[in-house]
């Protein structure tokens, strides 16, 4: 197919983005990338751009990192006009005043088969509810979360030890990839977008620091959901006595323990719930690397005979 006579401004921040953008910029259709500004990270609070900007730095693709999306910053994205937006994880929403500017109707990759899981966390609300499958939509940007119509989808298979950090990580491949096959029929107005059945909707929340917390009297397999999907951030944690801990791989084996006791030998450390015991394969004790189960038995060899809270 010949390519359009058309530009793409790309609106995305996260890692997640970065093969979409690639992706396009291989096909030179991007004239300009959007992404939020510079973020203080790290014990030192050192200013640090988005992986979307560096990649775009690197490609000498122009940037606009504005902290408000208000008319001042209109004014200067009309100067980058005509050209339509892509957006994909760029982590604000954005005015309807401002998508109206795009060219053809503004597109995004959603990483659920949509109406599914609609909103800001659809990657760990599968893990956390132990979705079999998931998948990347296309969509149209309307004036509801989430609602446009539906240019084209891919569904996969959830690994059920696999993590927020791999699924992520894969779907955003996957996105790439979305992006690539349909991204020259929707600019040569060739694609047939799809209304989603809004009966068939589910949603999503956006994740807070405290729903990391473990809760013992759960069952070990929704603690090991727990521990999945929120592998990036808050991490799952807990505490043992007065040692804060992150929990950061698990898995479900059948053993019976009380909520929070401790098993353990030279090899292994496993934790009891309601329902099975949680066998744990790496932590973060607070202010520490993260270790194996093997490393905290020897180091950490007086919390061994408390219960976890």
């Known amino acids: 197919m010949n390519k359009p006579n058309k530009q793409i401004i790309f609106w995305g921040t996260p890692e997640f983005a970065v093969p979409s953008l690639d992706t396009l910029n291989k096909l030179s259709l991007v004239s300009l990338v959007i992404t939020q500004p510079d973020r203080p990270a790290g014990r030192g609070k050192k200013l640090l751009a988005s992986p979307v900007k560096e990649y775009a730095s690197k490609n000498n693709i122009d940037i606009l990192d504005p902290q408000e ?7 200067t994205l009309k100067k980058y006009l005509p050209a339509t937006f892509i957006v994909v994880a760029y982590g604000k929403i954005i005015p309807q005043e401002i998508l109206d500017l795009s060219e053809l109707t503004a597109i995004n990759i959603h990483p659920s088969m949509l109406p599914i899981l609609r909103g800001p966390s659809p990657i760990q609300t599968a893990l956390l509810q132990g979705f079999d ?5 296309l969509m149209q940007l309307d004036k509801k979360m989430d609602h446009g119509p539906i240019l084209s989808q891919i569904e996969v298979k ?6 927020y950090i791999c699924l992520s990580e894969r779907l ?6 979305i992006l690539n096959k349909n991204i020259l029929d929707y600019l040569n107005s060739q694609a047939t977008p799809l209304p989603q059945d809004d009966n068939q909707a589910t949603f999503c929340k956006m994740i807070k620091k405290e729903n990391g917390q473990i ?3 759960k069952p070990a397999q929704e603690i090991h959901n727990q521990v999945r999907a929120y592998r990036q951030w808050p991490r799952a944690y807990t505490k043992l006595d007065n040692l804060d801990i992150k929990f950061l ?3 479900v084996v059948a053993e019976i323990l009380k909520p929070g006791e401790i098993k353990f030998d030279k090899n292994s450390l496993i934790v009891g719930t309601v329902e099975d015991s949680l066998k744990i394969l ?13 490393d905290f038995i020897r180091g950490y060899q007086k919390y061994l005979d408390k219960i976890f809270q």
């Open 282 to 294: 790496e932590l973060q004790p607070a202010g520490k690397k993260a270790m194996s189960s093997q």
């Open 249 to 251: 791989k698990t898995e």
């Open 172 to 177: 955003s491949t996957i996105g790439a990839d």
């Open 133 to 137: 499958s998931t998948g990347v939509s």
């Open 215 to 217: 809760d013992w009297q």
């Open 158 to 163: 959830i690994d059920s030890n696999e993590d």
């Open 69 to 75: 999306l208000n008319k001042d910053f209109a004014e």
